[in-house]
């Protein structure tokens, strides 16, 4: 018993790297068959991870950098929801509020926790303060300033929109690495993040949190650190506390790089193009001096879903030499639909991504 391959094509969406059979007009029909055992076998798999398939695939993690600059880190025990505030068993209102408030300074609301086992909540009087922290990303400030509560109104008395003051020191740690371990958004998050956690925990001399949500679950493990918003994945137990030593040492391994969050897409682009055509991995080697969009009529790389965004644009770059020199180059990239995928290991249905192309980099002075 025999099985044509080509009614399989819907396996496309849960086995990475399936495709629509190409043999339908070539004549051959014994090439796309499969026997029944093996299609047996197919079927009976579990199925694969979005962080897994991303890999598969060869999803650039470039330029994926989250677009806020603030952040509210609030330590929360036990189980998270899939989202900011979800299911962190504070009162409805207070939710709203905090939630509210958040969102009229632009900060984004992330759940942290220390490393390792989980109390599901405090209990008792003597219960211990938990701790809060406001951090700014922005390059002009990157600080991060410190905080106890205990019930969940007195969170309402931050103001989240004040600039940080300037002895933010002595509130607590500066050198943050937040990895995503929200398995509630994410299996991936959880499964590959937990142990990186441990890892950097082990043997770095950075403060280390598990978070909740920093986006692109199929980059996982994902982490951030702070208060630069320096963003990573694909990280492992190995490879992550090399990565921050690294990075301590005024380097960044670019394969493993998103991008600095408060940026666009395209800044976070450029600078990686940069770093790339330059071989200069140097933290702050290269800037953006402009960015502007190019008007054209030529096809994005998936036309079937267009959007608004510009698909082409020119950026203007300044690379800074050991000796301090700087060097001016021109350069233009396109915007490239990638083809709709399933991107998180809970999506429903397929989601279009976008990656960037150098077309020209030439030095300009």
Same mark, same amino acid.
């Given at each position: 018993? #025999?099985?044509?391959? $080509?009614?399989?094509?819907?396996?496309?969406?849960?086995?990475?790297?399936?495709?629509? $059979?190409?043999?339908?007009? +070539? @004549?051959?029909?014994?090439? $796309?068959?499969?026997?029944?055992?093996?299609?047996?076998?197919?079927?009976?798999?579990?199925?694969?991870?979005?962080?897994?398939?991303?890999?598969?695939?060869?999803?650039? %993690?470039?330029?994926?950098?989250?677009?806020?600059?603030?952040?509210?880190?609030?330590?929360?025990?036990?189980?998270?929801?899939?989202?900011?505030?979800?299911?962190?068993?504070?009162?409805?209102?207070? #939710?709203?509020?905090?939630?509210?408030?958040?969102?009229?300074?632009?900060?984004?609301?992330? /759940?942290?926790?220390?490393?390792?086992?989980?109390?599901?909540?405090?209990?008792?009087?003597?219960?211990?303060?938990?701790?809060?922290? =406001?951090?700014?990303?922005?390059?002009?400030?990157?600080?991060?300033?410190?905080?106890?509560?205990?019930?969940?109104?007195?969170?309402?008395?931050?103001?989240?929109?004040?600039?940080?003051?300037?002895?933010?020191?002595?509130?607590?740690?500066?050198?943050?690495?937040?990895?995503?371990?929200?398995?509630?958004?994410?299996?991936?998050?959880?499964?590959?993040?937990?142990?990186?956690?441990?890892?950097?925990?082990?043997?770095?001399?950075?403060?280390?949190?598990?978070?909740?949500? %920093?986006? @692109?679950?199929?980059?996982?493990? #994902?982490?951030?650190?702070?208060?630069?918003?320096? &963003?990573?994945?694909?990280?492992?137990?190995?490879?992550?506390?090399? =990565? %921050?030593?690294?990075?301590?040492?005024?380097?960044?391994?670019?394969?493993?790089?998103?991008?600095? $969050?408060?940026?666009?897409?395209?800044?976070?682009?450029?600078?990686?193009?940069?770093?790339?055509?330059?071989?200069?991995?140097?933290?702050?080697?290269?800037?953006?001096?402009?960015?502007?969009?190019?008007?054209?009529?030529?096809?994005?790389?998936?036309?079937?879903?267009?959007?608004?965004?510009?698909?082409?644009?020119?950026?203007?770059? =300044?690379?800074?030499?050991?000796? +301090?020199?700087?060097?001016?180059? /021109?350069?233009? &990239? #396109?915007?490239?639909?990638?083809?709709?995928?399933?991107? +998180?290991?809970?999506?429903?249905?397929?989601?279009?991504?976008? +990656?960037?192309?150098?077309?020209?980099?030439?030095?300009?002075?």
């Amino acid at each position: 018993m #025999t099985q044509n391959a $080509c009614s399989l094509d819907v396996l496309g969406g849960a086995l990475p790297g399936a495709h629509p $059979c190409d043999h339908r007009e +070539s @004549g051959q029909p014994e090439s $796309c068959r499969l026997e029944a055992d093996q299609l047996e076998t197919l079927l009976e798999l579990p199925a694969m991870k979005c962080a897994e398939t991303a890999r598969m695939r060869g999803e650039p %993690l470039q330029a994926s950098a989250v677009r806020y600059r603030r952040f509210l880190l609030l330590e929360v025990p036990g189980a998270w929801g899939s989202s900011g505030l979800d299911d962190t068993r504070m009162d409805a209102d207070i #939710t709203r509020q905090l939630t509210a408030a958040a969102d009229a300074a632009d900060t984004h609301v992330l /759940l942290i926790r220390r490393p390792g086992r989980h109390p599901s909540a405090r209990s008792g009087a003597e219960a211990p303060a938990l701790a809060w922290a =406001i951090a700014d990303t922005a390059p002009e400030f990157e600080r991060v300033l410190w905080g106890t509560w205990r019930e969940p109104a007195d969170l309402l008395d931050l103001d989240l929109a004040t600039p940080i003051p300037d002895d933010y020191a002595a509130t607590g740690p500066q050198r943050l690495a937040l990895v995503c371990t929200n398995g509630k958004r994410d299996q991936c998050c959880a499964v590959r993040g937990r142990p990186v956690a441990a890892a950097v925990a082990a043997a770095t001399d950075w403060d280390t949190w598990e978070c909740s949500h %920093l986006g @692109g679950h199929r980059f996982a493990a #994902t982490a951030m650190l702070l208060p630069t918003g320096d &963003m990573f994945g694909w990280l492992d137990p190995e490879s992550a506390p090399k =990565i %921050l030593q690294r990075f301590d040492a005024g380097q960044i391994v670019l394969s493993n790089y998103r991008g600095r $969050c408060g940026q666009s897409p395209e800044v976070q682009a450029a600078l990686h193009i940069a770093a790339v055509r330059l071989g200069d991995y140097r933290r702050g080697a290269v800037r953006v001096a402009s960015l502007r969009p190019i008007v054209t009529d030529a096809d994005t790389c998936w036309p079937e879903d267009s959007a608004d965004a510009e698909d082409h644009w020119e950026a203007v770059v =300044i690379h800074r030499s050991h000796g +301090s020199q700087e060097t001016a180059y /021109l350069m233009t &990239m #396109t915007q490239c639909r990638l083809a709709p995928t399933y991107l +998180s290991c809970a999506d429903d249905k397929p989601r279009v991504e976008v +990656s960037y192309e150098a077309d020209a980099f030439a030095r300009i002075r």
